[in-house]
């Protein structure tokens, strides 16, 4: 099983997303992230064997208890630059969002699951690109975007973390949630 924990993010969020993504698509002809795939990684997995999930899940649920996290989505940019970017993005805002990250790091390699050996630099993927293309249109299609409207999706609060399944086919991933587990723990 291909697993990974993340956040995930309100409708009304998602929508705001996709019409982003559906005006900034004519500018540019790289993958794009369907709206529902959209969330926020905090621990890429890796390959897990199903008969040991429920260890998994205990340790994930034996993550530290901690408040709620404000969030915000706003800004977009390219990873690793704007001028040979392989990813688009948009921006998360989170004060206390890499001590959940941390914490998760620290729960899955008591596992045995590699740390990360990055920075945890949360974001929203809403676009790979894999091939170098003129990217000028899209830049300045976000122009107009930051000029009329602003880049602010939304804020919301974050008040548990989720483990997923991604399983990959030939339309693209499908995420399904297996566990839930609140931050705040009775």
Known sequence: MRLFTGLDIPEEIIRRLEQLI???K???RITWSPAANLHITTKFIGEWPEERLDELKSALAAVSSRSPIDTAIRSLGFFPNPRWPRNFWCGIEAPGLAELAAATEA???SLGIASEIREYSPHLTLARIKERIDLGPLHQAIECESAGLGLDF???EVRS???YRSQMYSTGSVYTKLAEFPLTHS
């Open 161 to 163: 973390f989720s483990l």
């Open 22 to 24: 559906s005006r900034l």
């Open 154 to 156: 939304g804020h919301f």
């Open 26 to 28: 004519p500018a540019a």
């Open 107 to 109: 729960a899955t390699s």
